[in-house]
């Protein structure tokens, strides 16, 4: 091959990186704040088609153990399919193709990473789209800011907005966990290279979690700033700690002693504290979920063993049971929670074998492990947002160890 060749072989390569890096731009942003509409299907198509292109640039393709513990439990549900243990089949097909889609895309984005093995590239792509995130729901609420959460949930209270002639719609824990990560990662970038930008950044979006009132996101946005502050200032771990509970104490007391703020999140973060410490408390959100969780336990019950199919819950009480652990012991039996969680344990093992880990690969660790304690209060089986957090540990730890050979 003439030397010629080579460089323009380079040159295809880099432009279709710098492509890819736009689209995954707007395919984390259209995720963010309205996934299912036509702009975000052909942004996704766009992702695939690009994405392989440049799978087949460099010519090889990169497996995770991730997507190998992956396949049996696409296979196990579609055993519960055809097999007719399933109850509603059609509605299992339907949530089984969106499984299997997500497969693949997040299969893709796994190769894309580590070819591009850019990982500063990668993280200050999550802080701009959930920034812009924000921002758009701050300009669709601007008339009504601070009369209530911000955003909404699906359904009647959703967000009533046409872009383009497509709805716009974010939900309040959707948007606080966005704006969770961006803020985690602006903020390790302010304190590592000292921009105050990053500072900005990491202060709005915190503005912005707490005015979802989201019990999650304000959970994330507490481990996540304690977390970093103790990575970040290792050497002053006892000095930071201290420091770190009373920033937390007093955005506490703030919350709670401003009518405002009080109103759209303190109320719900004191419901929350009652209710863990036996209190009975009337409030929607916790009552619903309570409530589904008594169901789902119950039809757990019936079939604990192999389930009764994914989507059955959803079409038979028209909600998920909000807790993803529950929601696979209703779909799957005990037997599909195993599969599903199987990831779990190269997740912790390869982490612990690491020599050295980057800050970056420490976070990487933190977000994927946060995925399993938002579980517990959210069905996320299904949704690539929460799953990219997950391939991202292990694409960058595959270009961790790629790093340590050379």
């Not at 339907?94 to 580590?114: A, C, D, G, P, T």
């Not at 990662?185 to 000292?194: A, N």
């Not at 990575?231 to 000095?239: A, I, P, R």
């Not at 304690?373 to 991202?392: C, E, Q």
Request: glycine content about 6%; overall charge positive.
């Amino acid at each position: 091959m003439k030397p010629s060749d080579k460089v323009m072989i380079k040159v295809k390569r880099l432009n279709l990186l710098d492509i890819m890096w736009y689209l995954f731009f707007l395919f984390l942003l259209l995720g963010n704040i309205s996934e299912h509409n036509i702009y975000s299907d052909l942004v996704l198509g766009a992702n695939i088609i690009i994405c392989l292109l440049v799978i087949l640039s460099y010519g090889k393709i990169h497996l995770s153990i991730y997507f190998i513990l992956y396949v049996p439990f696409i296979a196990y549900h579609l055993f519960l399919w055809v097999s007719g243990v399933a109850i509603f089949a059609n509605i299992t097909w339907e949530s089984l193709q969106s499984v299997i889609l997500n497969f693949v895309i997040l299969f893709l984005f796994y190769n894309f990473i580590i070819i591009s093995n850019d990982t500063e590239r990668l993280f200050k792509t999550y802080i701009w789209s959930s920034f812009t995130s924000l921002v758009i729901v701050l300009y669709i609420l601007k008339d009504t800011l601070f009369e209530g959460r911000l955003a909404h949930a699906y359904g009647e209270d959703s967000i009533s907005f046409i872009f383009l002639g497509e709805p716009v719609a974010m939900a309040n824990n959707g948007l606080a966990m966005v704006c969770a990560v961006g803020f985690m990662l602006s903020l390790y970038y302010f304190i590592k290279d000292r921009k105050h930008l990053y500072l900005l950044l990491a202060l709005a979006m915190a503005n912005g979690i707490i005015l979802t009132g989201s019990r999650k996101g304000i959970m994330l946005l507490t481990l996540y700033f304690m977390f970093l502050m103790m990575l970040m200032y290792s050497n002053k771990k006892v000095k930071i700690g201290i420091l770190s509970v009373l920033a937390v104490l007093t955005c506490y007391y703030l919350v709670i002693e401003i009518p405002v703020l009080y109103n759209i999140a303190g109320e719900r973060l004191e419901a929350i504290i009652q209710y863990l410490l036996g209190s009975q408390i009337y409030e929607g959100s916790i009552n619903a979920r309570a409530r589904y969780a008594e169901y789902g336990i119950e039809e757990f019950g019936n079939n604990p063993i192999l389930g009764k199919g994914l989507g059955m819950f959803k079409n038979t009480y028209a909600n998920v049971t909000e807790i993803n652990y529950l929601e696979m012991l209703v779909s799957g039996g005990v037997v599909g929670l195993i599969l599903y969680y199987l990831y779990t344990i190269p997740l912790i093992s390869m982490f612990f074998k690491l020599r050295n880990p980057s800050k970056e690969l420490i976070i990487s660790f933190l977000l994927a492990c946060s995925v399993l304690l938002i579980d517990f209060g959210s069905v996320t089986y299904y949704s690539r947002k929460y799953l990219l957090l997950t391939v991202l540990f292990f694409a960058l730890v595959h270009n961790h160890k790629k790093c340590k050979k050379v």
